[in-house]
Structure formats: C-alpha cells, structure tokens
C-alpha cells in the first residue's frame, strides 16, 4: 500500500509538502505513511483515493485496477 500512494504522488509530480497540505497535515507525519512508519487512517485513504481518482482497494494493494 505505501508503494502506491508514493507512486501516485510522483505520477502527479507532486511533492510530499504538497499532499501532506492537501490532507491537513506535516509533511513529517505524511512521509511516515508512505515509508510505512505509520498506519493510514481510513479517512485519509478515502482523501487520498478521491484525490487521485483512484479507489481504496487499488491503495490497500487488493486490486491492481486504479
């Protein structure tokens, strides 16, 4: 799952600031989501899958269809 939103976040060429601005939070407690450090609330998930237009399941890894 932490691949993926790092993945996402780099197609989008955006930088880790920027998505941690967008859910409201640092950028250090972001980047903790995305080296796995820590878990991902299911409201972020949802924020993030709605910002990328993409669903949960293709960001937990349950499918590989965005």
């Excluded at 601005?21 to 993030?48: C, F, H, R, W």
């Excluded at 949960?56 to 499918?63: A, I, P, S, W």
Aim: hydrophobic share 30%.
């Amino acid at each position: 799952m932490y691949t993926r939103i790092r993945g996402l976040r780099e197609d989008h060429d955006l930088t880790q600031k920027q998505v941690a601005q967008l859910l409201g939070m640092s950028q250090t407690g972001y980047s903790k989501y995305e080296a796995g450090e820590n878990d991902i609330p299911t409201a972020v998930l949802i924020k993030l899958a709605d910002f990328y237009k993409s669903s949960t399941d293709y960001l937990l890894g349950r499918t590989d269809k965005r």
